[in-house]
């Protein structure tokens, strides 16, 4: 249970008289109560807090609501702030046309009924609590995501590592204890030496699979030449085994990037080619990489197949359902300051992910 946190409303008129029976009114509401006297205060009130709910007078001198508001609405940070208007004099229809386009959320004519205005400031007193409470859960999700993926990450190395120095070096041992016993099996019984063959060839096919498994968990080269070099070798690995043709592009002057940079685009590489091979139909993949003028990293897969089913699109570009991998892939960019594109239609489908290029670059 998330604890009720005040929110700050923000009172705007010239008349201090005004200003004194809003505060009486709004007292009921447990809220922070700030009084500005002139819509420059209120600009400056607006600047330094975080303002939920802006009441203000319509007529004042110098600036009045209607110029405060627009000065509002212009900032991008005030874009979500709810101004209620107050006036004393019965406004017009074009009036309220105005004062609504001008990003008004509400008008109070006065005699003010005070449960009225309560009412109304409290509606979006709450609204605006309950997004910011929200926002706040929405962020540690997003972190408790980014660690998940880093221990998934971990994890994999150490499968990886385990998989290599101790089943890989059991399995060698193995190997040569076989060889040995071939040796001493062919004078004594053929058939002990055609199963002893038999098993060698087992073991090496056992021996393949593992690497292959390791290599896909977490590739070595990933770790010890970078990424580059790891993404020719898996794309031509991917290749041999699928039948689809690879062709990568990748850009010399890119150099190491940071580790976390360097899994995460390795990761976005392997779920769009494992899509690729089951998904799209396509004989031919191609993968590219390239710094650009505006310090952006690009990473950009394509196909050449039957693409991405009409509902299935309409459901991503909307965020409601698209999948484990694209999932994951979305939040991997995410949590590197990225952006992720999906196009796709009958001839094929283009995944571009785009990298701030400061943070990408080891030490960055």
């Given at each position: 249970?998330?604890?009720?946190?005040?929110?700050?409303?923000?009172?705007?008129?010239?008349?201090?008289?005004?200003?004194?029976?809003?505060?009486?009114?709004?007292?009921?509401?447990?809220?922070?109560?700030?009084?500005?006297?002139?819509?420059?205060?209120?600009?400056?009130?607006?600047?330094?807090?975080?303002?939920?709910?802006?009441?203000?007078?319509?007529?004042?001198?110098?600036?009045?609501?209607?110029?405060?508001?627009?000065?509002?609405?212009?900032?991008?940070?005030?874009?979500?702030?709810?101004?209620?208007?107050?006036?004393?004099?019965?406004?017009?229809?074009?009036?309220q046309l105005k004062a609504y386009q001008r990003g008004a959320v509400d008008y109070i004519s006065v005699p003010i009924v005070p449960e009225l205005l309560r009412a109304k400031v409290s509606v979006f007193a709450d609204l605006h609590r309950k997004t910011r409470q929200m926002e706040m859960l929405n962020g540690e999700l997003r972190s408790l995501s980014a660690r998940l993926m880093t221990t998934q990450d971990e994890e994999r190395r150490r499968i990886a590592r385990d998989l290599h120095d101790s089943v890989g070096q059991v399995v060698a041992a193995l190997s040569?204890?076989?060889?040995?016993?071939?040796?001493?099996?062919?004078?004594?019984?053929?058939?002990?030496?055609?199963?002893?063959?038999?098993?060698?060839?087992?073991?090496?096919?056992?021996?393949?699979?593992?690497?292959?498994?390791?290599?896909?968990?977490?590739?070595?080269?990933?770790?010890?030449?970078?990424?580059?070099?790891?993404?020719?070798?898996?794309?031509?690995?991917?290749?041999?085994?699928?039948?689809?043709?690879?062709?990568?592009?990748?850009?010399?002057?890119?150099?190491?990037?940071?580790?976390?940079?360097?899994?995460?685009?390795?990761?976005?590489?392997?779920?769009?080619?494992?899509?690729?091979?089951?998904?799209?139909?396509?004989?031919?993949?191609?993968?590219?990489?390239?710094?650009?003028?505006?310090?952006?990293?690009?990473?950009?897969?394509?196909?050449?197949?039957?693409?991405?089913?009409?509902?299935?699109?309409?459901?991503?570009?909307?965020?409601?359902?698209?999948?484990?991998?694209?999932?994951?892939?979305?939040?991997?960019?995410?949590?590197?300051?990225?952006?992720?594109?999906?196009?796709?239609?009958?001839?094929?489908?283009?995944?571009?992910?785009?990298?701030?290029?400061?943070?990408?670059?080891?030490?960055?």
């Amino acid at each position: 249970m998330i604890d009720r946190q005040k929110i700050n409303i923000l009172m705007v008129d010239d008349q201090p008289a005004k200003l004194l029976s809003y505060e009486v009114i709004l007292k009921e509401l447990d809220e922070n109560l700030i009084k500005a006297h002139s819509g420059r205060e209120a600009l400056d009130h607006l600047l330094k807090t975080d303002i939920a709910v802006v009441l203000m007078d319509v007529s004042m001198p110098e600036l009045d609501g209607f110029e405060l508001a627009d000065m509002i609405r212009q900032h991008p940070r005030f874009q979500r702030t709810a101004i209620i208007f107050i006036s004393a004099v019965h406004l017009t229809d074009l009036d309220q046309l105005k004062a609504y386009q001008r990003g008004a959320v509400d008008y109070i004519s006065v005699p003010i009924v005070p449960e009225l205005l309560r009412a109304k400031v409290s509606v979006f007193a709450d609204l605006h609590r309950k997004t910011r409470q929200m926002e706040m859960l929405n962020g540690e999700l997003r972190s408790l995501s980014a660690r998940l993926m880093t221990t998934q990450d971990e994890e994999r190395r150490r499968i990886a590592r385990d998989l290599h120095d101790s089943v890989g070096q059991v399995v060698a041992a193995l190997s040569m204890n076989d060889a040995l016993a071939l040796l001493e099996a062919e004078n004594l019984s053929p058939a002990a030496g055609d199963a002893l063959r038999q098993n060698i060839g087992l073991i090496q096919q056992l021996s393949n699979e593992i690497r292959t498994i390791s290599h896909l968990l977490h590739p070595p080269f990933l770790d010890e030449i970078g990424l580059l070099p790891a993404i020719q070798m898996f794309a031509g690995g991917f290749a041999e085994r699928s039948k689809i043709e690879v062709a990568v592009e990748l850009a010399p002057e890119i150099g190491r990037l940071a580790p976390n940079v360097e899994i995460s685009i390795f990761r976005i590489v392997q779920e769009c080619l494992t899509n690729v091979y089951r998904h799209s139909g396509s004989k031919t993949a191609r993968i590219k990489i390239w710094p650009s003028d505006e310090k952006i990293l690009t990473l950009q897969v394509t196909d050449q197949g039957k693409g991405i089913p009409s509902e299935r699109r309409i459901s991503m570009s909307r965020g409601t359902s698209h999948g484990v991998g694209v999932s994951g892939m979305r939040e991997r960019v995410r949590e590197l300051g990225g952006t992720l594109e999906i196009e796709s239609n009958g001839n094929g489908t283009t995944v571009t992910a785009a990298f701030p290029l400061a943070s990408a670059v080891a030490g960055g």
